[in-house]
């Protein structure tokens, strides 16, 4: 029962320590009847869109402290297939909430098929007029990573002045419009002209710079916040951060929603000035979007009217099909990537 495909999934070859490099994946397939059991609740979905996330690269470490602290940082194994959010379309199903041809969104993986056991973690998906990819990104995870993290963990108020690291980037770019849309004044930093340029002239950011030509962190800083930072939304970590925590005013406070440059060098660990941290009384939080559910429907349909308004801009790089996975995956590291990276494995 069941047509019978050829799946082609994405693995790693073995452990990754470092920064990732296309030649640590491999393309696999593997013969996957489109049956489920009835019963069984087992879904199998062909997979649509998927997103690529820095946090995976955790994932593959041999060893890293983030393996046991929630359910879906747990370590992927060497030929594994590995899970990953996204949209696609339901093939066949053993579970009683959901038929064939329904979307879904969730957990599924980086290959052409899923096979979502107890189809756990899966939600159907009412696309509500936008496309699917917008699932995926703004409407996604890291929409709200980017909307919970900024309003629930930063509290701005109006007027506030609020800096962001990797400004164009999936997370990055959401913070920094949802700063400006409240009223607050917002700097990014990223790390290419066309990058700065794209914040300053298509986002609505006060201003933003190139890190990578800086060479004083602190005093680039103290050049675009001469008046201080209330505010520091942290995606890279180690020098950012440090150099942020010098400029912070007091009562400041620092989201911590990511330390990529920690992924790649577990040597770049920041080393804050303590005596800022208590004197100038600064809140340094880190937080998982998987955390903030109880903001989902505030954002989703604040976002939805943004959309629908014209009044943020959807930043999305999309790659096509499964054999782009690796060099999407190993992109973020090296800053390839404009805005949220999806790769686009089928079309609907
Ligand atoms: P992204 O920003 O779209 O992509 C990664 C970007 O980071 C790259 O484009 C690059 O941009 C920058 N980057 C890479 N290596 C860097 C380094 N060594 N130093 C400084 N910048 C570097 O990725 P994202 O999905 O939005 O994630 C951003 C951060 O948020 C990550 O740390 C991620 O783990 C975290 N995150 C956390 C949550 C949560 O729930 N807490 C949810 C989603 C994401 P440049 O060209 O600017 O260098």
Same mark, same amino acid.
């Given at each position: 029962?069941?047509?019978?495909?050829?799946? *082609?999934?994405?693995?790693?070859?073995?452990?990754?320590?470092?920064?990732?490099?296309?030649?640590? $994946?491999?393309?696999?397939?593997?013969?996957?009847?489109?049956?489920?059991?009835?019963? &069984?609740?087992?879904?199998?979905? *062909?997979?649509?869109?998927?997103?690529?996330?820095?946090?995976?690269?955790?994932?593959?470490?041999?060893?890293?402290?983030?393996?046991?602290?929630?359910? +879906?940082?747990?370590?992927?194994?060497?030929?594994?297939?590995?899970?990953?959010?996204?949209?696609?379309?339901?093939?066949?199903?053993?579970?009683?909430?959901?038929?064939?041809?329904? /979307?879904?969104?969730? !957990?599924?993986?980086?290959?052409?098929?899923?096979?979502?056991?107890?189809?756990?973690?899966?939600?159907?998906?009412?696309?509500?007029?936008?496309? !699917?990819?917008?699932?995926?990104?703004?409407? =996604?995870?890291?929409?709200?990573?980017?909307?919970?993290?900024?309003?629930?963990?930063?509290?701005?108020?109006?007027?506030?002045?609020?800096?962001?690291?990797?400004?164009? =980037? &999936?997370?990055?770019? #959401?913070?920094?419009?949802?700063? *400006?849309?409240? =009223?607050?004044?917002?700097? =990014?930093?990223?790390? &290419?002209?066309?990058?700065?340029?794209? /914040?300053?002239?298509?986002?609505? +950011?006060?201003?933003? $710079?190139?890190?990578?030509?800086?060479?004083?962190?602190?005093?680039?800083?103290?050049?675009? $916040?001469?008046?201080? @930072?209330?505010?520091?939304?942290?995606?890279?970590?180690?020098?950012? #951060?440090?150099?942020?925590?010098?400029?912070?005013?007091?009562?400041?406070?620092?989201?911590?929603?990511?330390? @990529?440059?920690?992924?790649?060098?577990?040597?770049?660990?920041?080393?804050?000035?303590?005596?800022?941290?208590?004197?100038?009384?600064?809140?340094?939080?880190? +937080?998982?979007?998987?955390?903030?559910?109880?903001?989902?429907?505030? +954002?989703?349909?604040?976002?939805?009217?943004?959309?629908?308004?014209?009044?943020?801009?959807?930043?999305?790089?999309?790659?096509?099909?499964? %054999?782009?996975?690796?060099?999407?995956?190993?992109?973020?590291?090296?800053?390839?990537?404009?805005?949220?990276?999806?790769?686009?494995?089928?079309? %609907?």
């Amino acid at each position: 029962m069941g047509m019978e495909v050829i799946n *082609k999934y994405v693995t790693i070859k073995t452990h990754i320590d470092g920064a990732p490099q296309d030649s640590d $994946f491999e393309l696999k397939t593997a013969a996957l009847r489109l049956w489920a059991e009835p019963g &069984s609740n087992d879904v199998i979905v *062909k997979n649509l869109h998927v997103s690529i996330d820095p946090y995976q690269l955790n994932r593959m470490k041999s060893y890293s402290s983030s393996h046991r602290a929630i359910n +879906f940082a747990v370590p992927i194994s060497p030929g594994m297939d590995i899970d990953a959010y996204g949209v696609g379309r339901v093939v066949a199903s053993g579970h009683p909430e959901f038929e064939e041809d329904d /979307l879904v969104v969730g !957990l599924i993986s980086w290959g052409e098929y899923s096979v979502v056991k107890g189809g756990n973690m899966l939600r159907k998906l009412d696309p509500m007029g936008f496309p !699917l990819s917008n699932h995926v990104g703004i409407l =996604g995870f890291s929409g709200l990573a980017a909307h919970g993290g900024f309003f629930q963990v930063c509290k701005p108020k109006k007027g506030e002045k609020v800096f962001v690291s990797a400004a164009s =980037g &999936s997370v990055g770019n #959401l913070v920094g419009q949802y700063a *400006k849309l409240f =009223g607050c004044y917002v700097v =990014g930093c990223a790390g &290419s002209k066309q990058k700065v340029n794209l /914040l300053k002239e298509k986002l609505g +950011f006060d201003d933003a $710079f190139n890190y990578k030509e800086e060479t004083d962190l602190k005093s680039t800083l103290k050049r675009y $916040f001469p008046d201080g @930072i209330d505010i520091y939304f942290d995606n890279v970590g180690a020098e950012m #951060l440090e150099a942020a925590v010098a400029n912070m005013n007091i009562f400041g406070r620092v989201a911590v929603c990511g330390v @990529i440059s920690q992924y790649t060098d577990s040597g770049k660990r920041a080393a804050p000035d303590m005596l800022d941290i208590v004197y100038k009384r600064i809140t340094i939080q880190g +937080f998982l979007a998987a955390d903030l559910m109880n903001g989902y429907t505030d +954002f989703i349909s604040t976002t939805q009217d943004y959309l629908n308004d014209g009044k943020i801009q959807v930043i999305e790089d999309i790659s096509q099909g499964v %054999e782009s996975i690796p060099s999407a995956f190993v992109g973020l590291f090296r800053g390839d990537n404009v805005g949220k990276k999806i790769v686009k494995i089928a079309d %609907e």
